[in-house]
């Protein structure tokens, strides 16, 4: 028996790592309710292979709805030391193709191919964090929240959550009991109206200088990761920078909240740009793409397996190697000088300019 026993305890370590460069296919084994629209969903390797990731990062789903190879990018809300699985956290958005497709298609036992992990949102070393978030922008740092609790170490953090109302604070009763666990952990929530919750002891409110001078006294002094809406994302930036904190301690996640719900978009054609190849080595395709046109739009509407998220020169995701030929990129910050003289280039801001291969 102790025999058995050792042996199931040492098959998890021995599983192998899932790679992000070729595995692709992820197998959803549980669908939980967390409000009225929003759900998590857990996904295993078919091949019970291990995740290796960061807090923070994401996976891009690609379930092909219709077909068509559209691109959503979701947070990875689980803690990095559950290694055999994967959970991310999607909220219903009205018209968003993808985030309603989950909600009311993927149940447990079927298949979506995704890319990842991916993303550079990952907690720095600091003595003392804030972490905000906004609606459903909650998921990566409550991925760095669970990851703090499962290695049961000293922590300094203010973890400040807004939401429309009380019944939209997702992950409302397990963070309540994370404060009361973790030592120097502080939660603070702010729904923007109470609704019909007239129990509601807190304040309400948007997010405002006020209220992180009673909430968050310290704040020039934290190192601060935020993510959620734009405007949400905006409004906190200017009261961060403002109350004294460094620019190079303050994050913030470069997709609008946790789900992207971008459209790639086509140029209209011209008699005049001329065609080039464009040839991915390690999945075997070529394809064309004019040079009024960027490669990653291309890319993805021939179905070539290309990691992107912000489609704009910021995040870096679809940073790629350009094995030969030259591009016209017009990046965003998303990618180093040393970088480009490296040979790497980003596909969603680059325009070909000759005949081009490229490692993906």
């Known amino acids: ?115 990842g992990p991916l993303g550079r949102f990952v907690r720095p070393a600091a003595k003392k964090y804030l972490f905000v978030s906004g609606g459903s922008g909650i998921t990566p740092v409550m991925s760095m929240a669970r990851e703090m609790a499962d290695a049961a170490e000293p922590v300094d953090v203010v973890f400040l959550h807004a939401g429309r109302s009380p019944k939209d604070l997702v992950f409302r009763q397990e963070l309540a009991t994370l404060a009361e666990r973790l030592k120097g952990f502080r939660l603070h929530f ?37 993510c959620g809406p734009a405007p949400f994302m905006r409004a906190m930036r200017t009261l961060a920078l403002d ?40 999945q075997g395709k070529t394809i064309e793409v004019r040079a009024d046109q960027t490669v990653l739009s291309c890319a993805k509407k021939a179905g070539v397996r290309l990691p992107s998220s912000c489609a704009n020169g910021i995040c870096g995701t679809c940073k790629s190697k350009l094995v030969s030929g030259a591009v016209d990129m017009k990046h965003g910050g998303g990618i180093r000088q040393r970088e480009i003289d490296s040979g790497l280039f980003l596909p969603c801001c680059s325009k070909p300019m000759s005949d081009l291969v490229i490692d993906r």
């Not at 959803?28 to 078919?46: G, L, N, Y």
């Not at 019909?196 to 309400?204: A, I, K, M």
């Not at 303050?250 to 001329?274: I, N, R």
């Open 243 to 282: 109350g004294g904190v460094s620019p190079a301690n303050y994050h913030e996640e470069s997709f609008d909240g946790a789900a992207l719900e971008d459209a790639v978009t086509s140029l209209p054609q011209t008699t005049e740009a001329k065609t080039f190849t464009v040839q991915f080595s390690k």
């Open 190 to 226: 702010l729904p923007e109206r109470i609704a019909n919750e007239r129990t509601w002891s807190g304040l309400s409110g948007r997010i405002s200088k006020e209220y992180l001078g009673l909430a968050v006294a310290d704040l020039a002094e934290r190192t601060v990761m935020c």
């Open 1 to 115: 028996m102790a025999i058995e026993l050792l042996e199931r305890s040492a098959s998890p370590a021995a599983a192998a790592t899932w790679n992000a460069d070729t595995d692709d296919t992820l197998l959803c084994v549980d669908v939980h309710d967390e409000t009225h629209d929003v759900k998590s969903f857990t996904f295993v390797s078919p091949e019970r292979k291990r995740f290796a990731f960061s807090a923070g990062q994401y996976f891009m789903f690609e379930p092909g709805i219709d077909g068509e190879q559209d691109g959503r990018c979701y947070s990875i809300s689980s803690s990095p030391f559950r290694s055999n699985a994967i959970t991310i956290t999607v909220k219903r958005v009205e018209g968003g193709k993808v985030s309603n497709w989950l909600h009311d298609n993927l149940k447990p036992g079927a298949q979506v191919r995704a890319t």
